[in-house]
């Protein structure tokens, strides 16, 4: 589960979770959404509300988009617990420049290089259309979140792209990105309310199952001494019964003063033991 804060105008730029089917659901404010499933498939774009949600199949390439001028809140749930995520623009341009530039329909590798150091993170502005509405000025957007390169995709002369990450940079870079698209302190440091409100359901809910196994776990213990109550088990021989009384198996075959008419013995180690009755 993911917690997004977009400020006005604030855009989830295209991405794909490869093995996870995402629900996005909207706390305050409308967000416009869209995605494309596969090939020949048609685009499907929404806007959501307060107290809606939508789903994104696993696999679309979706994005999400504070369509207001205030700012919003959204929960998106993947049901894996590795969904994965491939930012759709960075990867595209990631490939080898002059792939891309013939997928392009032939634009030069410079122009490429040129388009990918402008891409921007996983969260930036939106449309002109809205940043207008809001009276909000494109500025220039961070692109940490660009393609490493080596040598099989290296930008031409001229361009830099960032270097090719070691196994332990990559996994730092990972989980920076992953704090970076789930934050849950706000700009002054302090947890964010529905962070807290989160925090406080799972705690009422883990107290509330604790509670039911503790009351289940009585009862069936009341249930136990109430079947039991007034059944006594008697031990025989010269220790226990000094009148020597032993009967035999066959004897024994009497039945008890037990509350529990349909066991009217009492068995144990395979001999029937009588109840102190005998003893008067």
């Keep these: 589960m993911a ?23 909207a706390v305050n404010g409308t967000m ?12 499907v774009m929404n806007d959501v509300g307060p107290d ?3 789903v994104f199949p696993r696999g679309s390439i979706h994005f999400e988009m504070n369509n207001g001028c205030e700012p919003m809140i959204f929960v998106a749930a993947l049901n894996d617990e590795d ?15 002059d792939v891309v530039a013939a997928s392009l329909g032939g634009l030069t590798v410079e122009q490429v290089a040129q388009i990918e150091a402008m ?7 939106g449309t002109d259309e809205c940043l207008q509405r809001c009276n909000i000025s494109r500025t220039a957007q961070p692109t940490t979140q660009r393609q490493p390169r080596v040598s099989a995709n290296a930008l031409p002369s001229g361009f830099s792209g960032p270097p090719a990450p070691s196994a332990t940079s990559s996994s730092k870079t990972q989980l920076a990105n992953n704090l970076a698209e789930n934050p849950i302190l706000d700009s002054n440091g302090k ?4 962070f807290i409100a989160l925090i406080v359901i799972i705690g009422i809910l883990v107290l509330g199952y604790i509670v039911i196994l503790i009351s289940f776990c009585v009862i069936r213990r009341r249930k136990t001494m109430r079947r039991t109550k007034g059944a006594h088990y008697i031990r025989t021989g010269e220790r226990y019964a000094p009148e020597g009384l032993n009967l035999g198996l066959d004897e024994a075959r009497v039945p008890l003063d037990l509350e529990s008419p349909s066991d009217p ?8 033991q009588l109840k102190s009755a005998f003893e008067e």
């Design 3 to 25: 917690i997004a804060f977009l400020e006005p105008c604030g855009f989830v730029t295209p991405h794909m979770h490869p093995r996870a089917t995402e629900v996005a659901y």
């Design 32 to 43: 416009q959404v869209g995605f494309l499933v596969e090939n020949g498939a048609r685009f």
């Design 52 to 54: 809606q949600a939508v």
């Design 83 to 97: 969904p994965g995520v491939t930012l759709t623009a960075q990867r595209y341009f990631g490939l080898p420049p």
């Design 119 to 125: 891409v921007p993170d996983s969260v930036a502005l």
């Design 191 to 194: 947890p964010q309310p529905l």
């Design 265 to 272: 013995y009492v068995e144990k180690k395979g001999e029937f």
